[in-house]
């Protein structure tokens, strides 16, 4: 099985084309749904699919989707993503022009929604799950103490251990879909 390919990293302009709610929606339905139509995006998002077809004409203009010709027939269009994921250069974060925070700073927020929906809906269908699944997930949480030196060296190790995990072949019996999440942040305590 080929490795998994290496996340695009946004520069400025292509993180001001994503930094939007309906477009972060938009390509998280397509990586993980895989093509469609703006219409069928729309009536799964509960958009307009002129919204829709809008927002995949910026996503496609950035880079982010492609047009799926195996797919179209006549004037229907298919979107398909065309990376596996992506992540912020960081030195972005620390950008001079405050649009490029602003975007910085929505596209993190985006994050952590789609995290709060996809823990949600877990916790709405854990039922749903065989036997198998008990106790093969986590929700869990950490408190440390560390300086930034060894915060950045807690994520490259977790980030490493995630990547040593490869996907398990299409058609391999109890094997699903698994997302996981980490989340290292500096954190005021209060008494």
Do not use: C
């Not at 809008?54 to 006549?74: I, N």
């Not at 949600?120 to 560390?146: H, P, Q, V």
């Amino acid at each position: 099985m080929p490795d998994e390919p290496t996340p695009r990293l946004l520069d400025a302009r292509s993180l001001r084309g994503l930094a939007h709610p309906l477009r972060m929606q938009l390509l998280v339905a397509l990586r993980r749904g895989g093509p469609a139509t703006a219409s069928q995006l729309a009536e799964k998002l509960g958009e307009s699919s002129g919204a829709t077809s809008y927002h995949l004409r910026q996503l496609a203009a950035h880079g982010f989707v492609a047009d799926d010709p195996e797919l179209g027939k006549g004037r229907e269009r298919w979107w398909k993503a065309v990376d596996r994921g992506v992540q912020i250069d960081q030195t972005l974060i620390q950008d001079p022009d405050p649009a490029v925070r602003g975007a910085v700073a929505l596209f993190r927020y985006e994050i952590a929604n789609v995290h709060t929906q996809e823990i949600s809906t877990w916790l709405g269908n854990t039922s749903d799950w065989g036997e198998e699944w008990d106790g093969a997930t986590d929700l869990s949480d950490f408190t440390l103490r560390l300086t930034p030196e060894l915060a950045r060296e807690l994520v490259g190790k977790m980030h490493d251990l995630i990547q040593s995990y490869r996907p398990v072949p299409e058609g391999t019996p109890d094997a699903e879909t698994v997302r996981v999440h980490t989340h290292v942040f500096p954190s005021q305590t209060t008494l």
